[in-house]
């Protein structure tokens, strides 16, 4: 049973910048290539939302409009860690972020829809606030 631990929330200023961990573990021959990892967002009253996400097959990424150009998605596959570094951050990005996971060796590309996935952590609080 796969299982996903994020970490790295907290309070930032606006235009700021945090760095989520996302941490897998599984049985030993677990690697981040056999599976495509998104990062969500839920903000207070909002809908859950596709942030980023990462084709470990190919090791593509997609971003949200929302955050492209600030954020960046990457991996670790010493570490079995996906990371998304969140840069120029805004009031609006205030949220819970929860990483995901879905089995998809040989997938080159990833989507960024709730339903895809099927692995989910916790999720880690973000607030940006002056």
């Known amino acids: 049973q796969l299982q996903l631990v994020e970490s790295g929330g907290g309070l930032v200023q606006p235009g700021g910048s945090l760095r989520l961990s996302c941490a897998a573990s599984?049985?030993?021959?677990?690697?981040?290539?056999?599976?495509?990892i998104a990062w969500f967002r839920q903000a207070p009253g909002k809908e859950r939302e596709g942030v980023s996400c990462?084709?470990?097959?190919?090791?593509?990424?997609t971003y949200a409009d929302s955050v492209w150009g600030r954020f960046t998605i990457s991996r670790d596959n010493a570490k079995n860690t996906v990371y998304l570094q969140m840069n120029s951050l805004k009031p609006e990005d205030t949220a819970v972020y929860y990483c995901?996971?879905?089995?998809?060796?040989?997938?080159?590309?990833?989507?960024?829809?709730?339903?895809?996935?099927?692995?989910w952590g916790q999720g880690t609080q973000v607030t940006v606030s002056s």
């Open positions: 995901a996971a879905v089995l998809a060796w040989g997938r080159p590309t990833c989507i960024m829809t709730l339903d895809a996935y099927n692995y």
């Open positions: 990462f084709s470990g097959s190919s090791g593509r990424s």
């Open positions: 599984e049985f030993s021959e677990f690697t981040l290539d056999y599976y495509a």
